[in-house]
């Protein structure tokens, strides 16, 4: 049976190695889509890709992103945004705006025109060079699984290897909760929020 290997996931190549590694294959040089195999693999890994960032992460997620309209009154969707969302559309619910034919699309006006700025929480699609090393290694082991669930049909090989996705997503959600500085109080970009500070105690006014 094989066994995995340790991922070195720079790059989509040595990703695909990886992955064809886990499932007992030989590793290639060069991704020669013409290969049936390399083709399948690469296809699962950039399945993997696009789920993992369409959860949004704080590489990949930006909030109140401005959208300016063209000369035509209309708002063009650049194509490697996964979701948006009108900024605290929650909060003031005066639009309703969907992706339509690659545009912005106003479901309560029915039209493609807007006359103002947009400014949406935005999910991007970025390309797998250039994802945060943990979330490359996450991504890999998950679709390492798929292969060896789909290929190899090797059941003790899949829960390895779903044992090792688990770690590396243990990572990614500690790579998010010390890079995006996160607080219960929900702070607002571009404000400043200064905890407590145990010190303050001794502090006495004369």
Known sequence: MATPTTFDTDTELSSVNSILGAIGQSPVTTLDYTNPEISFVKH??????????????????????????????????????????????????????????????????HSYEFTNKISADIVWKFPFEDLPSVFKRYITYRAAVRAATQQVGNPQLAAMLAQQEAYSRAACMEYECEQGDYSMFGTPANTAYRPYQPYQTLSRLA
Request: aromatic share 10%; glycine share 4%; hydrophobic share 30%.
């Open 44 to 109: 699962l890994l950039d399945e993997a890709n696009t789920d993992v960032q369409n959860e949004g992460w704080v590489f990949n997620r930006e909030l109140h992103y401005p959208f300016v309209p063209n000369s035509n009154n209309q708002i063009v969707i650049p194509n490697n945004i996964l979701r948006m969302d009108i900024y605290e559309n929650d909060i003031y619910r005066s639009s309703n705006v969907i992706k339509r034919d690659g545009k912005l699309y106003d479901k309560e006006k």
